[in-house]
């Protein structure tokens, strides 16, 4: 499985569940472990019971997202575990045994946004990087992060380290 | 070594980029695109349509764009599908986007 294309997959879901900040933390060397928690509207025990059965949808999509991810977590020899508590947020785990990295600059550069906040911090091998807007805002005085250019700065930033 | 966000910008400000600040184009001649990244759109490439445009905005020091991301936009079957917003105008949607019909949608924009 790309694990870059799970964190998007899951950092979407934070987006469209209202999140203003989303955390995400990745940790790949043999076995590749990825969180994505948020703040976002959180869902019931009902909604999470169904949130990786083929076809459920919580925000009206397909249905297929979670589904998809969890499956391929498992065919991985890994699993994708989810928390969640209505108003507070949700935490998903992601854990795989056969991964690729896969593109994790393509990955972040849509999931920045100025409505929400992203704190990611990765290790992957020896390197690592770290990112997190709220301390950028503060720091520049407001950077756009739908900006395209920001975006592509972001991308350098996240290469650079990891390369 | 490891290289900050602050050491990126310095790089590129000394090319003679600017730094990129929220107040630093006028929002009103922001051109906004959004790319439907439902799982239907990411299956179907607009990860790569997305970031094409970033690219483009990048190398040709395009200012005033903002590319986001939006859930499903209804249509699964004919996505990548981006939607752009040009101010005083109708805004415009894109059915079965590529990377390369997106840069060239870009270039009109940037006319």
């Not at chain 2, 184009?25 to 299956?43: F, L, R, S, Y």
């Not at chain 2, 991301?69 to 079957?77: K, V």
């Amino acid at each position: 499985m790309d694990l870059s294309f799970a964190l998007l997959e899951l950092a979407s879901n934070s987006l469209d569940a209202g999140a203003t900040l989303v955390k995400i933390r990745l940790r790949v060397g043999r076995r590749a472990y990825l969180k994505v928690s948020d703040n976002g509207r959180g869902m019931d025990g009902e909604t999470l019971k169904k949130a990786c059965e083929e076809g459920f949808s919580g925000k009206g999509s397909s249905g297929i997202g979670l589904y998809q991810t969890a499956k391929c977590a498992s065919q991985s020899g890994g699993s994708l575990k989810i928390r969640s508590k209505i108003g507070k947020g949700t935490s998903a785990i992601l854990k795989a045994g056969q991964f690729e990295t896969g593109d994790m600059a393509a990955s972040l550069a849509v999931i920045l946004d100025d409505e929400s906040d992203i704190v990611f911090k990765a290790r992957i091998g020896c390197k690592s990087v770290k990112l997190d807007t709220r301390r950028k805002r503060d720091e520049t005085g407001g950077i756009s992060l739908s900006d395209a250019r920001t975006k592509a700065i972001v991308k350098q930033y996240v290469n650079e380290n990891l390369k | 070594m490891k290289k900050s966000i602050a050491d990126i910008m310095a790089i590129r400000q000394s090319m003679q980029s600017e730094i990129i600040l929220r107040d630093n184009v006028d929002a009103e001649k922001e051109i906004h695109i959004i790319v439907g990244m439902g799982t239907c759109g990411i299956e179907a490439g607009a990860r790569e349509v997305f970031n094409a445009m970033v690219d483009y905005v990048e190398e040709h020091d395009l200012k005033g764009i903002r590319v986001t991301r939006t859930g499903c936009m209804g249509d699964c079957a004919d996505e990548p599908m981006i939607e752009v917003h040009v101010p005083g105008k109708e805004h415009e949607v894109y059915k079965k986007v590529t990377a390369k019909k997106a840069v060239e949608i870009i270039k009109k924009l940037a006319k």
